[in-house]
């Protein structure tokens, strides 16, 4: 059955929106700058290394670039998404773009407007926050620091006359979040708020900053663009590549000609430096008209056929938002799959075969079932379709097979704290070049990946995305 028919579209429900990249629509072209700069912005984060984080759901409501004189230039498109800063660990949020005056700026301003829910891990042997040890927890409002606040922090950026560029803003976790009080969120930390200039050191040959597994329902198909939303970000328009790869894991259709309104697809792509965006990879999730689908992090063990996740993104008619809980019922035989994409895998792996190898920290996306509004759950969905996590550790045995390490404890299935990783030729790599060139031992890293049940027998557990370095 399709989800209940009383669901609303979020985009309808007034409430924040956003998740792993959102914002901006792809329109408008930078030029005829007469003296300034046009600025595209795009978000990152670093993980925390004390804390585990599921998911952390918290809203941007403005950023602004002061100079030493305390002139303003307001940056990007708000009102900005709702943004996953455990999924911003691997993935670039693009917040649009501004035309600021060509200048030298000494400050960032940051605005956080108030977070929706949001989960830590308990990986300590004894209660922190209310929350039991080795339990997934919602993080209290009354944890100093998170909550509707402004900070400045300073920078130096200089803005040069005439030109289509970009910066990226990092949130580094490890430095931000301290453990006074229980848990504190506090930016104005040395280096826990920094700016660099893009792109970035990458695998990547166009663009200034990639777009990474946007997925939602298409709304319009016109020449050679598409336009597609999904409930956790805002419409995108992109368009698409003469060399774009169509991926069809599911025997859809394989061709921009199939590309129809209501359907289902996930794309990953370029931010170019005139504001656009440039689709390299579309893949089709499902045929028109759009099955409803949910996509979560896993948040509980699985028991009694049931387990918890905490919604990430979803197409179809939902009324849920970003970071609701929701209990996953699954009552018949649903059929089980994992997400592809271009890396190349042709047959299920070992790993995630049925609902044996569901485990915590797993990112799914249930298609159909029946939704229970009343203690928001689904019941009975069809397939379970495996998509990916964000795990950051620090890299062991660098090479095109490496060890992670130091990983979170919320991935508890690891018992050594460490995993396997693989990479594919077709492996995004940020911050470095490839990983026999400029990973090392010891360095951060996080790695956007399919997480196999590490218990199956799966040689490698976490098959490689996309590897980004701290």
């Not at 803003?169 to 430095?175: G, Q, R």
């Not at 929701?326 to 994992?338: G, I």
Request: with cysteine; aromatic share 8%; hydrophobic share 35%.
């Amino acid at each position: 059955m399709a989800l209940a028919t009383a669901l609303v579209l979020a985009s309808c429900s007034g409430l924040p929106k956003g998740n792993n990249g959102g914002g901006g629509s792809g329109g408008g072209g930078g030029g005829n700058n007469n003296g300034n700069t046009f600025l595209n912005v795009t978000v990152t984060s670093t993980p925390s290394t004390t804390f585990s984080f599921p998911s952390l759901n918290w809203q941007i409501g403005s950023l602004s670039l002061v100079t030493s004189g305390g002139t303003t230039a307001s940056l990007g498109s708000p009102p900005f998404p709702l943004m996953d800063f455990v999924r911003l660990q691997t993935d670039s949020a693009i917040l649009g773009h501004s035309t600021v005056a060509a200048t030298t700026y000494s400050f960032l301003q940051v605005q956080f407007n108030a977070p929706l829910s949001s989960y830590f891990f308990n990986g300590s042997s004894s209660s922190l926050l209310g929350c039991l040890p080795s339990v997934v927890c919602l993080i209290p409002n009354t944890v100093p620091g998170f909550g509707a606040n402004t900070v400045t922090v300073p920078i130096t950026y200089t803005a040069t006359a005439n030109a289509n560029t970009g910066i990226r803003i990092n949130f580094d976790l490890s430095k931000a979040v301290t453990t006074s009080g229980g848990m504190t969120f506090d930016f104005t930390q040395p280096g826990a708020v920094t700016l660099s200039t893009l792109p970035p050191i990458s695998s990547q040959t166009t663009g200034l900053d990639t777009v990474d597994n946007f997925t939602g329902v298409v709304t319009g198909v016109s020449g050679n663009q598409v336009s597609v939303s999904s409930f956790s970000s805002q419409q995108r328009t992109f368009t698409v590549a003469s060399n774009a790869e169509f991926d069809d894991p599911f025997t859809i259709c394989a061709a921009f000609t199939c590309l129809a309104a209501n359907q289902n697809v996930s794309i990953d792509g370029v931010l170019n430096a005139d504001g656009t965006m440039t689709a390299t990879e579309i893949e089709f999730l499902d045929p028109a008209p759009a099955t409803n689908e949910l996509e979560g992090v896993i948040i509980s063990s699985l028991s009694g056929n049931q387990f918890k996740m905490a919604l990430t993104n979803g197409m179809g008619s939902t009324g849920l938002i970003v970071g609701a809980t929701v209990t996953v019922n699954l009552n018949n035989t649903p059929q089980f799959f994992v997400d592809p994409k271009s890396l190349g895998i042709s047959t299920a792996p070992l790993g995630f075969l049925s609902q044996t190898d569901l485990v915590l920290g797993q990112t799914v996306m249930l298609q159909a079932g029946t939704f229970s509004g009343t203690n928001t759950s689904i019941t009975n969905p069809t397939r379970v379709l495996l998509r990916y996590s964000s795990i950051g550790g620090t890299v062991q045995t660098p090479g095109t097979i490496f060890t992670l390490g130091s990983v979170s404890p919320f991935f508890t299935n690891l018992a050594t704290n460490s995993v396997d990783v693989q990479t594919f030729p077709n492996t995004a790599f940020d911050n470095t070049t490839g990983p026999s060139t400029s990973l090392v031992t010891g360095g951060n890293a996080s790695v956007r990946g399919l997480y196999l049940n590490p218990n199956s027998g799966a040689t490698q557990p976490v098959l490689a995305a996309k590897v980004r370095t701290h």
